[in-house]
């Protein structure tokens, strides 16, 4: 961590036998850098919409895997399987299935539309495979918090004649609230990270519009080989991550009260 | 019971010993070197025959080959991770045709020059040969050779009486004929996606219009026959409706496919597919006519150079050894068996007159002529960072979301920043 932030401050192009110290220089290029701008704006949209999506889906399907029903320890294991595929595989899947040509999906939607080429549909066509494959893990860490909410508050809630409605907005999800903000900053830090998914499914393009800042930093490291720029890069993704953390905590330890 | 506890112990130990990986010298038989690779295609029983016989020839030096993922991406990110660590664990290593001057530049390759004195070098192509020599220097031997053919449908042109193409907008009109006649058939598909094979296609067009990416050292991307160029590249989708939009998600396997099963009537991608093309069970077998690429002018195609090269860590503690496998490896019997039996092309123009490869592969002769022509991407250490420029540009242009010509302004731009700042 200290070598990555010893390395941003220097230009470090190992091919050209160029290493020297040069302060913050690397840090104004990177506010005026438009690759960086563009990369930053893609992954929080990325973020913003690939978290919120889960959040209600996943709450939703706590919700619903909640009731007793038959098979409900199968659906459970079912509802999993998403999460338990490696990423990089279920990405080389959802690249056929959007494939403009004989894709899957074109086909059952009767449609023609060219997902990961035309730069509006290569974004969300990530964001889609992004939710499908990180739903079932908020929506398992939900279930859990449901099931810490004592069944009596429901009873009494009952009782009192209170409807579904306000029992779930007066009894769940407050109750829920600390489990929710949870979630969301495993979710938001693991989304604002993304590499694998976007990487294999579209490379980054088409003309950057999918480029994230992870795929950024690693194609100026490794392709390009500018260690010091690159690390600014990394530095920067890591102080973007500490302020969603720090946001998050705030907000958690505010509930406390 | 005491020797429950004692045995693993044994046994740890004894693979402690065995690991004696460091000093690369096998105590009892000599050196151990080893030659870094990415997976070779088809059976890997025929590199390791050859390596046994590089063995048997050589007494004394024992082969170790080992391979990386076929990725170039992740080959040249093992290599950049490991030659900028001083790395003496492999000795031979392959390397991708854009890599040389660049790991030259770094200081991570030894000296080629005297494996490849002059006369040598006259039999191999003379693209491959600009590829690997830096600053008069060779710092690479060429392995085996890529470059970019026209594949048509010859069944279906002769049916209209036409033969391949020679000019880029004589493949559009026939194409568009074809087309509107035949149903479900694309006119012509290449790889159009935002990686490194776009900045290959691209050249192909760039260059078959007298233009090109540098001019003695200078950045001329923005010149105005390449705005013309890249126009008609994306008016092959967008304006003459020949090439279908999926274009510009498709990479070498994705058209591959598309033209195996019938569906397209011309296709750019490398000679490795014909191969497949000619296999039992292919739908289109016997119906594929390889030629060379069609420029804006007849005679002037340009076709982009791909293959491999082997090369010498410069931190290899077995240098006249490595060397010894390198001229090996590329000495005409080597490169002709590997033809004869995985497909890879030979560096060497001798070889594409030689009786038993014509009659394996009859269209080796017409490939020769074409691979005289290709032409490698920019020679230079900054063309990592080039591509990583011009790969978005490009892309961009073919994806409509900017004209070509404010695409290419820009990664002049940015190219010339590039040049200007390495200080």
Redesign the interface.
């Given at each position: 961590m200290l070598y990555v932030l010893f390395l941003s401050m220097r230009r470090e192009?190992?091919?050209?036998?160029?290493s020297r110290f040069t302060g913050l220089d690397n840090y104004f290029f990177l506010l005026s850098d438009d690759r960086f701008w563009n990369a930053l704006g893609n992954t929080l949209y990325f973020t913003l919409l690939s978290v919120s999506v889960e959040l209600v889906l996943g709450l939703a399907i706590a919700l619903l895997l909640e009731r007793d029903f038959r098979h409900k320890g199968m659906m459970r294991a079912v509802v999993l399987l998403p999460w338990a595929i490696p990423t990089v595989v279920s990405a080389r899947m959802w690249e056929w299935i959007f494939?403009?040509?004989?894709g899957v999906l074109n086909r059952l939607l009767g449609i023609r539309i060219?997902w990961?080429?035309?730069?509006f549909w290569a974004m969300h066509a990530a964001v889609f495979a992004d939710i499908w494959k990180t739903t079932p893990f908020v929506a398992i860490i939900i279930m859990a918090g449901l099931q810490a909410i004592p069944r009596d508050l429901y009873r009494a809630a009952r009782v009192d004649g209170a409807g579904s409605l306000d029992i779930f907005m007066g009894i769940t999800l407050p109750l829920l609230r600390p489990v929710i903000l949870v979630v969301l900053l495993f979710r938001s830090l693991d989304a604002f990270r993304v590499f694998d998914a976007v990487y294999v499914l579209?490379?980054?393009?088409?003309?950057?519009?999918t480029?994230t800042l992870s795929i950024y930093a690693y194609?100026?490291l490794?392709?390009?080989?500018?260690f010091g720029y690159g690390s600014t890069l990394a530095v920067a993704v890591f102080l973007c991550t500490g302020l969603i953390s720090a946001g998050y905590i705030r907000l958690l330890m505010g509930g406390k009260r | 019971m005491k020797w429950a506890a004692v045995l693993p112990i044994l046994v740890l130990l004894a693979m402690i010993a065995g690991c004696d990986r460091k000093d690369g010298n096998d105590r009892n038989s000599g050196t151990v070197i080893v030659f870094k690779h990415g997976k070779i295609a088809g059976d890997p029983i025929i590199l390791r025959g050859l390596l046994d016989s590089f063995e048997a020839e050589n007494p004394g030096i024992k082969l170790r080959d080992e391979t990386l993922p076929s990725s170039s991406d992740e080959q040249h990110q093992f290599y950049v991770i490991n030659l900028e660590g001083k790395s003496a664990d492999f000795d031979v290593l392959s390397l991708d045709v854009i890599w040389v001057p660049e790991f030259a530049r770094a200081g991570w390759l030894s000296d080629l020059s005297r494996l490849f004195p002059p006369d040598e070098r006259n039999d191999f192509f003379p693209g491959p040969v600009s590829a690997v020599t830096w600053e008069r220097k060779v710092f690479a031997v060429p392995w085996y050779i890529d470059a970019g053919l026209l594949y048509y449908r010859c069944d279906i042109l002769e049916k209209y009486g036409l033969s391949p193409p020679r000019t880029w907008p004589e493949l559009v009109a026939q194409a568009r004929r074809i087309t509107s006649a035949e149903k479900g058939l694309y006119g012509f598909i290449w790889q159009g996606k935002q990686y490194e094979g776009l900045v290959c296609n691209a050249l192909e067009y760039l260059r078959s219009n007298n233009g090109d990416v540098l001019r003695n050292g200078e950045v001329a991307i923005d010149s105005p026959e390449n705005v013309a160029a890249l126009s008609f590249m994306r008016d092959l989708i967008a304006r003459y409706g020949v090439s279908p939009p999926l274009v510009t998600t498709a990479s070498e396997e994705t058209t591959r496919h598309i033209f195996g099963n019938g569906r397209a009537l011309f296709m750019r991608n490398w000679p490795y597919a014909w191969n497949l093309f000619q296999d039992k069970g292919s739908m289109v077998r016997g119906k594929v006519g390889v030629a060379p690429l069609p420029a804006f002018q007849v005679g002037r195609s340009a076709p982009t150079l791909g293959g491999w090269q082997l090369g010498v860590n410069r931190y290899s503690r077995h240098q006249e050894a490595a060397f010894r496998l390198v001229r090996f490896l590329t000495a005409p019997e080597a490169q002709k068996l590997l033809c004869l039996k995985v497909g890879y092309k030979p560096t060497r123009v001798s070889l594409y007159a030689d009786r038993e490869l014509q009659k394996s592969q009859p269209f080796i002769a017409s490939l020769c002529d074409i691979f005289m022509t290709a032409r490698p991407r920019p020679v230079t250490p900054y063309y990592m960072m080039f591509t990583q420029v011009m790969q978005p540009e490009l892309s961009a242009a073919l994806a409509g979301v900017r004209p070509p010509e404010a695409a290419l302004r820009s990664a002049g731009r940015q190219m010339r920043h590039i040049l200007g700042g390495v200080r």
């Open positions: 192009l190992p091919i050209f036998g160029v494939n403009g040509d004989f060219n990961l080429g035309s730069p579209t490379g980054g393009g088409p003309a950057n519009t480029e194609k100026v490794f392709q390009t080989l500018q | -």
